[in-house]
């Protein structure tokens, strides 16, 4: 006769499958991209997300509909300056890695990432904001091979959280 196992509870499968990786977004306006990359970070077991500037906050239909419930797993915090959160992270140990294109971003498959990474991911037409590169240790890309120079934000967000929890052996 087979045994019944125990289900675990919610805080424990939250506490046991948490990472390294913290993310930071910066001015995303759309809600539906901050209810993406909620998702996105559970999946990816991501540590914790810092919601910054005009980047909308649960509880709202619109993250609710493509979060679908990873704004309740996924622990999260409003700030509204990013510069003084990314300095606060850099002090805590942190390696801050922006993801924008630009002349001194690298690949982001290329890059080597510490075991304490903080994903940055900025606004969807006007990317991460300068003072907040200019912090960063890191600034990588992703290739595009089409015509136009960017993926979505939640999309590029997932393939490069993906990538770098991949390294970590967070996954």
């Given at each position: 006769?087979?045994?019944?196992?125990?289900?675990?509870?919610?805080d424990?499968?939250?506490?046991?499958?948490?990472?390294?990786?913290?993310v930071?977004?910066?001015?995303?306006r759309?809600?539906?991209?901050?209810?993406a990359?909620f998702?996105?970070?559970?999946?990816?077991?991501?540590?914790?997300?810092?919601?910054?500037?005009?980047?909308?906050?649960p509880p709202?239909?619109e993250?609710?509909?493509?979060?679908?419930?990873?704004?309740?797993?996924v622990?999260?915090?409003?700030?509204?300056?990013?510069?003084?959160?990314v300095?606060?992270l850099?002090?805590?140990?942190?390696?801050i890695?922006?993801?924008?294109?630009?002349s001194?971003?690298?690949?982001?498959?290329?890059?080597?990432?510490?075991?304490?990474?903080?994903?940055?991911?900025?606004?969807?037409?006007?990317?991460?904001?300068d003072?907040?590169l200019?912090?960063?240790?890191?600034?990588?890309?992703?290739?595009?091979y089409?015509?136009?120079?960017s993926?979505?934000?939640?999309?590029?967000?997932?393939?490069?959280?993906?990538?770098?929890?991949?390294?970590?052996?967070d996954?």
């Amino acid at each position: 006769m087979a045994s019944k196992k125990k289900k675990p509870s919610l805080d424990s499968c939250i506490v046991d499958k948490k990472g390294s990786v913290i993310v930071v977004l910066d001015n995303i306006r759309s809600l539906h991209n901050v209810g993406a990359i909620f998702r996105t970070c559970d999946g990816a077991g991501v540590k914790k997300i810092y919601l910054c500037g005009m980047t909308g906050t649960p509880p709202r239909r619109e993250i609710t509909k493509t979060a679908i419930g990873a704004e309740d797993t996924v622990p999260w915090e409003y700030r509204r300056y990013t510069l003084r959160l990314v300095k606060k992270l850099r002090e805590e140990g942190y390696q801050i890695v922006a993801l924008e294109k630009n002349s001194q971003s690298e690949i982001f498959k290329k890059a080597k990432y510490r075991k304490k990474t903080c994903l940055i991911v900025g606004h969807e037409i006007n990317g991460v904001k300068d003072s907040v590169l200019a912090q960063s240790d890191k600034i990588v890309h992703i290739p595009m091979y089409g015509i136009k120079e960017s993926l979505n934000v939640a999309t590029a967000f997932g393939i490069a959280v993906y990538e770098i929890a991949s390294q970590l052996n967070d996954l």
